[in-house]
């Protein structure tokens, strides 16, 4: 397509709510938006270590009417070590405005005030997919990494994970910042709330559990 083509194309696209909801769960994980106009446009951009290829395809699938360009795979070196990234962009357009307006503010992602309207079990799921880890092969607690938010940020999280989910959380200090636990005793509900959503290769994080 050329950029004419591409402009009247664009125009045409509106968002779902399922689309809605995976990226209020992106935004809350590793999901980033970026600008290339001051704001007035914006594109969803998902990169995840190549091993988590099928999580990536999943949400080029989920968006694929906005993506002109199917996942790819860069080389990214640190600190001399070689790792392989698999990511992709959705065109930038107006209808993300919105949520960049939410989970930013002066260029640091943020979790807004008004998340409790927005999270819903899918966008639980894919926060989940995007952004957590076990507590050991032998703890049926489950963590979800926000330390990249400030304190009073997970709190509100937290909040919402209690009341609207009636899940047991504790906030977990780490040396990076905050997480978030899910405590053993809420573990199989939590289970039970997010696995419809999960995709196939990351079934594996509750794994144990009902």
């Known amino acids: 397509m050329n950029t004419k083509e591409i402009k009247k194309y664009k125009e045409k696209l509106k968002l779902t709510r399922r689309q809605r909801e995976i990226i209020v769960g992106k935004l809350l994980g590793d999901g980033h938006l970026e600008s290339m106009n001051n704001g007035r446009t914006y594109r969803l951009k998902a990169e995840h270590s190549l091993k988590q290829k099928e999580y990536?395809?999943?949400?080029?699938?989920?968006?694929?009417?906005?993506?002109?360009?199917?996942?790819?795979?860069?080389?990214?070196?640190?600190?001399?070590?070689?790792?392989?990234?698999?990511?992709?962009?959705?065109?930038?357009?107006?209808?993300?405005?919105?949520?960049?307006?939410?989970?930013?503010?002066?260029?640091?992602?943020?979790?807004?005030?008004?998340?409790?309207?927005?999270?819903?079990?899918?966008?639980?799921?894919?926060?989940?997919?995007?952004?957590?880890?076990?507590?050991?092969?032998?703890?049926?607690?489950?963590?979800?990494?926000?330390?990249?938010?400030?304190?009073?940020?997970?709190?509100?999280?937290?909040?919402?994970?209690e009341e609207k989910f009636d899940l047991k959380c504790k906030l977990r200090k780490q040396k990076e910042g905050y997480q978030i636990m899910i405590l053993a005793e809420s573990a199989d509900k939590f289970a039970g709330i997010i696995k419809d959503y999960l995709c196939s290769s990351m079934k594996y994080k509750i794994k144990g559990l009902d």
Not at 75 to 81: A, I, L, P, Y
Not at 82 to 98: A, E, I
Not at 120 to 149: C, E, G
């Open 56 to 161: 990536t395809d999943w949400f080029y699938q989920e968006f694929k009417e906005w993506i002109l360009s199917k996942p790819k795979k860069k080389e990214q070196v640190v600190n001399g070590k070689v790792y392989y990234k698999y990511w992709v962009n959705t065109l930038s357009s107006g209808s993300f405005r919105f949520y960049a307006q939410q989970f930013y503010k002066d260029g640091k992602k943020i979790v807004p005030k008004l998340i409790h309207r927005w999270l819903t079990p899918l966008s639980l799921a894919v926060w989940f997919m995007d952004d957590s880890s076990i507590k050991s092969k032998y703890h049926r607690a489950r963590i979800i990494n926000t330390q990249s938010f400030e304190k009073r940020e997970v709190l509100r999280l937290i909040k919402v994970l």
